[in-house]
């Protein structure tokens, strides 16, 4: 279902883009959020568009536990939530790096587990 979409480049699907595409592979149309030039930072543009800031709006709803699919919600390194992914399943997310483009990782790898700042199941109308 992803494998065509792992590797991509993040100039080709920044986070945010890939959140939408995953989902539409899921057969969920989520709201048409205006995204910002790609050279504008992803954070900004996602805050400007309501993904991050207002995430628990009519939209999504914050679980405890992940769920195939949900958003994920990562806190950078300046400690601001500023980075999504999407469960896939078997403990593993999909995301887009800036150097790496779109790749999987673990929730529970060293490197990501702590900065997990929320899953979110989207509320279908």
Not at 12 to 41: K, M
Not at 59 to 75: K, M
Not at 76 to 100: E, K, P, Q, T
Request: aromatic share 12%; hydrophobic share 40%.
């Amino acid at each position: 279902m992803f494998s065509g979409l792992v590797g991509t480049p993040f100039e080709q699907l920044n986070c945010a883009q890939l959140v939408i595409e995953v989902y539409r592979r899921y057969e969920i149309d989520l709201p048409q959020y205006e995204f910002d030039d790609i050279a504008i930072s992803t954070a900004m543009a996602m805050q400007r568009a309501g993904m991050i800031d207002n995430i628990t709006d009519n939209d999504w709803t914050h679980i405890e536990e992940p769920l195939i699919p949900c958003l994920i919600v990562l806190r950078g390194h300046s400690g601001y939530n500023d980075h999504l992914g999407v469960y896939i399943g078997n403990g593993r997310f999909l995301h887009s790096d800036r150097r790496m483009g779109v790749i999987t990782n673990s929730i529970t790898d060293s490197a990501w587990r702590n900065r997990i700042a929320g899953y979110y199941k989207f509320k279908r109308n």
